[in-house]
């Protein structure tokens, strides 16, 4: 991946063939996630939609059922603005500043989704060769921690600019 940097009013980065496809895989299971409501019980469905009361399991299911559509929803407006400006076969990413955000929190997601399943800690380290499926997991996590770092400095950059 070529890091993300702002050009003018666009926030451009280039993926190749291969972070292209990681990344709409990815995005076809968080969907399935989100849409599927036989998963309420997922520790990855409980971390993405959390509870708004751990106290008191009326109001918490009270709270689940006022915001769950409202927060799926927004969830999947991002997902189809990630979908839609995903370059399917690599190359150039070019987004302005609202997909920016939409990839943000996109990205955020997978990696809570990803960070979960992985029971990632503070003391996780990135795998030091691809020997086995968990460790690619965990490099694809870094590898996403990356480019939502490097959106966060071009937007960053791009703000400190407009002083």
């Known amino acids: 991946m070529k890091p993300f940097r702002r050009k003018g009013e666009e926030y451009v980065a280039r993926l190749d063939p291969a972070e292209a496809g990681i990344v709409g895989l ?13 998963v309420e019980d997922d520790a990855v469905v409980a971390r993405l939609l959390p ?10 299911a009270e709270y689940r059922d006022l915001t769950r559509a409202s927060l799926v929803a927004g969830k999947a407006d991002d997902l189809a603005t990630v979908r839609a400006t995903l370059p399917a076969e690599g190359g150039a990413l070019r987004l302005d500043a609202e997909q920016a955000a939409a990839w943000l929190r996109t990205t955020n997601d997978l990696r809570l989704a990803l960070g979960t399943r992985l029971d990632i800690s503070a003391d996780t380290e990135p795998p030091a060769e691809l020997a086995s499926e968990a460790d690619q997991q965990l490099a694809v996590y870094y590898w996403l921690t990356a480019v939502q770092g490097s959106l966060v400095d071009s937007l960053a950059a791009g703000r400190a600019g407009r002083r």
Do not use: M, V
Not at 26 to 38: A, F
């Open 26 to 38: 990815l995005l076809d299971q968080l969907e399935l996630l989100l849409t599927d409501e036989d």
């Open 51 to 60: 509870e708004g009361h751990r106290g008191d399991p009326r109001l918490a």
